[in-house]
């Protein structure tokens, strides 16, 4: 059995929290304040699953560390972009991620919603768009959008894990069931 992990990194209310309650049904979500995180976990197959989780506390990247290089499928950068201000500490966040192990990064460039919001593209270029790194927009209290920025993660690393397959179809699946949920 192989267990990889996503980790989801982001400034103070950049939206980590609703991304990973968005992500799929309300029960598959995990609150483990003992250990300072918040996560959920798929099951791929047989011999694959995967975990998706953030620091409950924004500044902390302990349970970063707790992960064996080796089994980081990627990382999540969510930053707010109606809040420019804080694209500062997403930067640094970014770098220190990739510092600890290079593994593809998708910037989420959430609120897209909101009038104010800067567009992805421009999210990408202020925090800076080095290689393996990705960008897209989203909103992250709209299941579907969350679910269309995973999946970006998903494609960019699809090409190493052919196993992920399984997940990327379950996820697909499920596009246009936002009001059973
Ligand atoms: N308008 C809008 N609000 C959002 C969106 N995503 C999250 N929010 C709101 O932003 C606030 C912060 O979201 P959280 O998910 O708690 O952010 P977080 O990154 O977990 O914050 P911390 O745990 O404090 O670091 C909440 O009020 C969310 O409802 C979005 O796409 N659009
Ligand atoms: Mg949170």
Redesign the pocket.
């Known amino acids: 059995m192989t267990t990889l992990y996503v980790y989801v990194a982001?400034?103070?209310?950049?939206?980590?929290?609703?991304?990973l309650?968005s992500l799929g049904n309300p029960n598959g979500f995990t609150v483990d304040a003992a250990n300072g995180i918040e996560y959920r976990y798929f099951t791929v197959d047989e011999t694959l699953d995967l975990y998706v989780l953030?620091s409950?506390?924004?500044s902390r990247f302990d349970r970063l560390l707790d992960i064996a290089q080796r089994d980081i499928l990627g990382y999540i950068v969510?930053v707010?972009s109606a809040d420019q201000e804080s694209w500062s500490m997403a930067r640094i966040m970014l770098a220190h991620l990739r510092g600890y192990a290079l593994a593809p990064t998708l910037i989420v460039a959430?609120?897209?919603?909101?009038l104010s919001a800067a567009s992805p593209e421009q999210v990408g270029a202020w925090i800076g768009m080095e290689s393996m790194v990705y960008v897209t927009g989203?909103?992250?209290?709209?299941p579907n959008?969350v679910r269309a920025a995973f999946l970006q993660l998903l494609f960019s690393v699809r090409h190493e894990i052919e196993r992920l397959d399984a997940l990327i179809a379950e996820l697909e699946r499920t596009f246009g069931n936002e009001e059973a949920q």
Do not use: H, R, Y
């Open positions: 982001g400034p103070q209310g950049s939206g980590k929290t609703t991304f309650q953030t409950i506390d924004a969510m707010d959430n609120k897209q919603d909101l989203c909103q992250a209290t709209k959008s």
